[in-house]
């Protein structure tokens, strides 16, 4: 599980969460991992404790007061781990995600180039300086804007 060693044929990682709650800890199946999907991100911070893992990973690894999360993987079957759904308001990291976190830095980045705009009439001589124009920031801001909502991966090429 070092991930220096491919999983057997047929089997993958069954990822589950668990949270404590009064009677133990609560495990929530997350997804899976796989040699064919070696990786994965998953959005925990709804995840309710309410609902329980049915199968492989379901039963309480320690007793007494819990007080710290923990993450399972389970070594299943891929007919199986397949098949399953992932516990309500969990899931592996999507494209949307992506799509918001590219805005996010877009804006970011716009928003803190900005913030060092002067007009000419404040501008003093600096022969070591450069200076680039808002209004060249804003057109490659909007025109990545524009790329990213046609093709989120068209920076690969």
Known sequence: MLGTVPFPDGLGGAVYFGWPTTSGLSWQYLGHISNDKPSAIFKICKAKPETSAVGGFGANLMSGPMTEAQIGISVENMNEISQRTPAVNT???????????????????????????????????????????????????????????????????
Do not use: H
């Open 91 to 157: 899931q592996a990291s999507k494209v949307e995600s992506f799509r918001e976190f590219s805005q996010k830095m877009l804006e970011s980045f716009f928003n803190y180039a900005s913030s060092f705009a002067i007009t000419q009439g404040q501008m003093v001589p600096q022969p070591n300086a450069t200076f680039i124009p808002t209004d060249v920031i804003q057109k490659w801001f909007e025109n990545f804007q524009r790329k990213l909502s046609q093709d989120l991966y068209f920076w690969r090429s």
